[in-house]
């Protein structure tokens, strides 16, 4: 996608070497997020060029993201790119629709990098699954997570679930969704949403550290290690030892190869 694509969505990308950082570009309306910009962010991930190896998503502003544009539940959107127009299609055509929105977050997950989440202030509904479909949660200490969904009669659809689930377990999972409560930095840390806070003006050198760091190992290991990393709860132990070997054979021989 053009510069000029994404901008019309409300998004901007930037790619410094092996770090490409992708911006919500609406601070005026808190960075919110409407379906047009998620099936952007779908076709950005799988245009990112192929070198990238970490990926800072975070919002233009004070805010990382006020969540669903309420705009896009107003009937008078009914004939855009909108929430409200999944009413008028069937309900196979509805969760579709829905499953081209989820690659918009899908995406953060691929191997190829690591995906980084830089959050300041708030991160409500789609803006709270945005971070946790990142790989890591760096935030101010000022953050404010909060699944609104429930209190908006909906519930979170945009991938969030099963990331929030496997950081925070199911019993403290279904109190902040059905709850619709905010969580804050403190507690963000404490209960393992996020991997630090620091204060807002100390955030984006934290954050460039810390892709600085991921950086650092050869090309290919950082990759290799995720994809193991990656549903090892729910494999058994024989079949982890037998990735781990795979992974570990490949990686001898892309040492080898460098040292040659």
């Known amino acids: 996608m053009t510069p000029e694509d994404l901008a019309a969505v409300g998004l901007r990308l930037d790619v410094d ?3 490409a950082t992708v911006t919500l570009d ?6 919110a997020q409407t379906p047009a910009m998620w099936i952007a962010l779908g076709e950005l991930g799988r245009s990112l060029p192929d070198d990238v190896r970490v990926v800072v998503v975070t919002g233009e502003g004070a805010t990382f993201s006020a969540g669903l544009d309420r705009a896009m539940l107003d009937p008078a959107t009914a004939g855009q790119e909108s929430v409200v127009g999944l009413l008028a299609l069937s309900d196979e055509d509805a969760s579709a629709r829905i499953d081209a929105f989820q690659q918009g977050f899908t995406w953060l997950r691929d191997p190829r990098f690591v995906s980084i989440a830089k959050v300041r202030g708030h991160a409500i509904g789609a803006g709270f699954q945005l971070a946790l479909s990142c790989d ?3 935030v101010a200490d000022d953050v ?12 979170p659809d945009l991938t969030g679930t099963k990331p929030l689930v496997e950081h925070v377990g199911y019993a403290r999972a279904l109190e ?4 619709a409560r905010v969580v804050g930095a403190e507690e963000a840390v404490r209960i393992g949403l996020a991997q630090a806070s620091y204060a807002p003006t100390d955030l984006d050198a934290a954050v ?9 190992p050869m090309p290919g290991v950082v ?3 995720k994809t193991l990393l990656q549903g090892a709860a729910d494999r058994d132990l024989d079949e982890q030892r037998r990735l781990e070997r795979e992974a570990q054979v490949r990686r001898f021989r892309a ?3 460098a040292l040659a």
């Open 208 to 216: 460039a550290e810390l892709a600085a760091a991921l950086l650092a």
């Open 17 to 19: 070497g092996q770090v």
């Open 144 to 155: 404010k997570f909060s699944m609104k969904e429930s209190a908006l009669g909906l519930v």
């Open 223 to 225: 990759s290799e290690t």
């Open 176 to 179: 902040i969704c059905a709850t």
């Open 255 to 257: 040492l080898a190869a």
């Open 26 to 31: 609406r601070p005026d309306v808190r960075n």
């Open 136 to 138: 890591l949660r760096i």
